[in-house]
């Protein structure tokens, strides 16, 4: 019997299989599009940039990379919800000098790849910021894919542990990508906890 709470509740997991099987039928795949050389920085982006995405930013900086941080429907100036920062720094991740900010066109620069934790949010920056916004989805370099990463917020710390775990392994992966590539969004010097990508599946999602 499926775990549902590892998913974020049933509603949840239902949106991840709906998510799992559009990508099966091919949707969600422009990743393996990127053009990665051209990557000068992720910009990680969730609903309000108190959870998903402030702790998917400060895991990809502790990893060599740069990184900014947004949310849709953000108030700017708010800090990390407390349960976020409370179960990041049990990863090691301290999220206490955060400070949200809403996604809008005038603080992202040339070279940013937008990653969202939903379809949706996908299809809203875009709304938002234009039609041709370079714009992926974290989960898509999962394994197995994650398409939907339900958002932790007001759930229960097995559940922000488990969210969290697969930002980590979703991130770790897209990294193995940017350095094959020699991104600009990855600082000098070797890119830890990652492993070298040899060859061209291995940026891409599958199924598991």
């Known amino acids: 019997m499926v775990d549902v709470e590892l998913y974020g509740g049933r509603n949840a997991f239902l949106a991840h299989i709906r998510a ?36 998917a930013c400060a895991k990809a900086r502790s990893m060599g990379v ?34 949200s900010s809403r996604v809008q ?4 620069a ?37 398409p939907y990463i339900h958002d932790p917020y007001g759930m229960s710390d097995r559940y922000f542990q488990q969210c969290f775990s697969v930002i980590d392994a979703s991130i770790a992966r897209l990294i193995e990508c940017m350095a094959r590539s020699g991104a600009p969004a990855i600082n000098n010097g070797p890119v830890r906890g990652t492993e070298p990508a040899m060859n061209r599946q291995s940026c891409e999602g599958t199924l598991g």
């Open 66 to 99: 740069q990184a900014v941080s947004f949310g849709i429907d953000a108030a700017d100036g708010a800090p990390a919800a407390p349960a976020a920062a409370e179960n990041a720094l049990l990863r090691g991740i301290d999220l206490s000098e955060h400070r």
């Open 20 to 55: 799992r099987a559009l990508y099966a039928l091919g949707a969600y795949r422009s990743a393996r599009d990127v053009e990665w050389a051209t990557v000068r920085r992720l910009a990680f982006v969730c609903k309000g940039n108190i959870c998903r995405s402030p702790y």
């Open 105 to 108: 066109s005038d603080r992202l």
């Open 110 to 146: 040339e070279g940013d790849l937008l990653i969202a934790f939903e379809p949706r949010q996908i299809v809203e920056v875009r709304r938002r910021i234009g039609a041709g916004t370079s714009a992926e989805l974290l989960g898509i370099w999962s394994r197995p894919i994650r």
